[in-house]
T-cell receptor, first 115, second 113 residues
């Protein structure tokens, strides 16, 4: 049971390039999340999904896109990279019981630098 | 809207000393509250969570937190700090629709030998 896996671990992009951050979970969790972490700012939610085919915006969605075609995978797409997207990106998943008490499980993160 | 405030972005204690990390929350409904820990270059992992079953919650690695409704607080404590506790700690509250977590800014804990 690998939990939540993310690839790549590190990436350097040039301004205007595109890339997809991959996230996979093997726990059959219905909810999945993408966060970005900037120093001193905590974690900000970019997008989340409550199940395959359903996604919704979080607090900071601009410049990103997501899709969820399967339960396991939740890729995050950056279309036109900008220096402001330099950050550490975390994917998380959760098995929803209908309450807010469920634990979110996090991947190891992707460190992205845009130059 | 739900929110959390962590008082102190950086806390430094000596090895063996008490650890106290502060978290205050704002919630219009009875909250679910969480403490997560992030070790260097790793993802977050759950330390403990409050789900209204008991106000004093015990977590992993000797940490505990007490839910105080009158003070809207959920401070994290550990009686005796260990070098391995050096990490960043995040307090979080579940949103009203129970779909998302709202995180505090984080507190970096440094342990001095």
């Amino acid at each position: 049971n690998a939990g939540v896996t993310q690839t790549p671990k590190f990436r350097i992009l040039k301004i205007g390039q595109s890339m997809t951050l991959q996230c996979t979970q093997d726990m059959n969790h219905n909810y999945m999340y993408w966060y970005r972490q900037d120093p001193g700012m905590g974690l900000k939610l970019i997008y989340y999904s409550v199940g395959a085919g359903i996604t919704d915006k979080g607090e900071v969605p601009n410049g990103y896109n997501v899709s969820r075609s399967t339960t396991e995978d939740f890729p995050l797409r950056l279309e036109l990279a900008a220096p402001s997207q330099t950050s550490v990106y975390f994917c998380a998943s959760r098995l929803s019981s209908g309450s807010g008490a469920d634990t979110q499980y996090f991947g190891p993160g992707t460190r992205l630098t845009v130059l | 809207a739900q929110s959390v405030t962590q008082l102190g972005s950086h806390v430094s204690v000596s090895e063996g000393a008490l650890v106290l990390l502060r978290c205050n929350y704002s919630s219009s409904v009875p909250p679910y509250l969480f403490w997560y820990v992030q070790y260097p270059n790793q993802g977050l992992q759950l330390l403990l969570k409050y789900t209204s079953a008991a106000t004093l919650v015990k977590g992993i690695n000797g940490f505990e937190a007490e839910f105080k409704k009158s003070e809207t607080s959920f401070h994290l404590t550990k009686p005796s700090a260990h070098m391995s506790d050096a990490a960043e700690y995040f307090c979080a509250v579940s949103d009203r629709r129970a779909q998302k977590l709202v995180f505090g800014q984080g507190t970096r804990l440094t342990i001095n030998p």
